[in-house]
């Protein structure tokens, strides 16, 4: 990608200064700060709105970048990220005291992700500095996959803004746990990983980010269904061709498209907007997951 370095150079100094930056990974945007800062982190928690019982996801460079960050890096973590780092996975492992308790919530494990994106990685390695960033949008609110949806969710709040265009993923990354020689599923993802699922809590801090009840959500009530609409004026989303708009069959495609689509039909005042129940299949969990906490 053809990005100008002065701006990731500029966006780099705000990293190290303590500031904000609202980036591009191949997933959803991101609202990160220097995640060694935890003056820094908590601006990000006060801007997003976000309860401090949910941890953010820190992102690295390199896989020796992540090692830095964590007490224990067993067999499985190393294999993990070598398989799909730089990628759409998340990998929760003990961390260093040097890391923030307002990064983890708390709790004595680090949520630590290489993204894919040019734009993430060479902000990464110009700040020199690990990145702690949830999506760049307001707490509960839809995850932005353009940098108009971070001014949208901001206005004149917004931090700098790095604008690496459309997300390619376009749904937030798959979160799994390596912790005491057994690997667990925290959030699903596009990125299917083999592993045993972990029920939410229902108290405390969260082990993964994206797990609140309701989550993901536009403004405009999202309701899921198989083909009873609700009263008033709305929009039918589908995905094999009954509804107003024709989402793709492909499980992968619909994902890029969710939020951007819902998104535009958020803005249009709606009393509803319909969403056709996905098929059943563990390709679709992940977009499950979503709509699922998004109708809460």
């Known amino acids: 990608m053809n990005f100008p370095s002065s701006e990731i150079e500029r966006a780099a100094a705000v990293i190290r200064g303590g500031g904000l930056v609202a980036f591009p990974t191949e997933t959803v945007y991101g609202l990160g700060g220097n995640a060694l800062d935890a003056n820094a982190v908590r601006a990000i928690f006060s801007l997003k709105g976000r309860p401090a019982s949910s941890p953010l996801i820190v992102h690295v460079d390199s896989i020796a970048m992540a090692r830095e960050l964590a007490a224990e890096w067993l067999a499985q973590a190393q294999e993990l990220a070598e398989r799909h780092w730089p990628g759409p996975l998340t990998i929760v492992v ?4 040097h ?3 307002e990064v983890t919530a708390g709790l004595t494990s680090v949520a630590l992700r290489m993204p894919s994106h040019p734009i993430a990685l060479a902000l990464i390695k110009t700040a020199g500095l690990p990145i702690a960033a949830p999506s760049a949008n307001r707490f509960t609110q ?3 996959t353009t940098a108009q949806h971070v001014r ?3 206005g004149t709040d917004a931090p700098m803004i790095l604008d690496g265009g459309p997300t390619e993923v376009g749904i937030e990354s798959t979160v799994v746990s390596v912790l005491e020689g057994k690997v667990k599923l925290l959030r699903p993802g596009m990125l299917i990983i083999d592993a045993e699922r972990v ?4 108290s405390g801090a969260h082990p993964s980010p994206g797990l609140h009840p309701k989550h993901y959500a536009p403004r405009t009530r999202l309701v899921l269904t198989k083909g009873e609409l609700p009263p008033g004026r709305g929009c039918y989303l589908s995905w094999n061709g009954r509804g107003d708009v024709l989402m793709p069959s ?3 495609a619909y994902a890029a498209l969710l939020y951007s689509k ?3 039909l958020d803005s249009r005042g709606y009393d509803w907007i319909a969403v056709e129940v996905p098929p059943e299949t563990r390709e679709w969990e992940a977009i499950h997951d979503r709509l699922r906490r998004a109708a809460e």
């Open 99 to 101: 890391v923030p308790d």
């Open 142 to 144: 839809l995850s932005p």
């Open 199 to 202: 029920l939410n809590p229902e």
């Open 94 to 97: 003990p961390k260093k005291p």
């Open 152 to 154: 949208d969710a901001f």
């Open 262 to 264: 819902l998104h535009e």
């Open 250 to 252: 492909c499980p992968a």
